[in-house]
């Protein structure tokens, strides 16, 4: 079994949920791609990633127990200039702490705004009977209120994942449906044989949700990541 010191030490630590920023610093060094993310620890860094990556910019809190940041008020999207990153972080940081007196918090990840895609999702979890499974569909309204999903048992093959993709009722969106811009299927593919692979590799984990996906003309990128740990998982 493959060993990964980031899961180690959130085990370590008691903890069986892996902070956004962290889950998306492990799923790239698996090679899949994620929108460029930074943990900022103090005000400062945040103007200082803020500036480097190029407005406008979201601030997210980032800490163990904060599960639903927005919920908590931990959440700023599209700040457009320094000032609204130094008021965000503020804001952020002050919030968190009110509200949640007792969390660790880490500090502020800051990531890019990235360009409107088509959203879609790729999410796994463990069948009692089956095993690993892992889950493909359109994002939004799709998958919320029509539940237009897809399911197939790890490992896959590369004509499991193209079959995944293919068997949505929302497939022709992905083809470019109406004059809208197709979006780049081969990347969706990969995207999804990589996370089975993770899932084979890492049995401590239970779950991974990478909601959304942008998916465009050429590549795709994950821009909210999550990853839950097994209870009693062996490391």
Known sequence: MKKSSMIFQCKKEGRLILTEF???????????PVIETRLAKTQSEALLFSQKMGFPVALKISSPEIVHKSDSGGVRLSLKNVTEVRNAYREIIEGAKKKNPS??????????????????IVGTSKDPQFGPVIMFGLGGIFVEVLKDVSFRIIPLTQKDAQEMIEEIKGYPILQGYRGKEPVDIPALTEIILKVSKVMEQYPEIKEIDLNPILAYKKGALAVDARIILEDKATL
């Open 22 to 32: 962290e889950s998306k610093k492990f799923l790239r060094e698996a090679g899949i």
């Open 103 to 120: 969390a660790s918090i880490q500090g502020v990840s800051v990531q890019k705004m990235a360009k409107l895609g088509t959203e879609v």
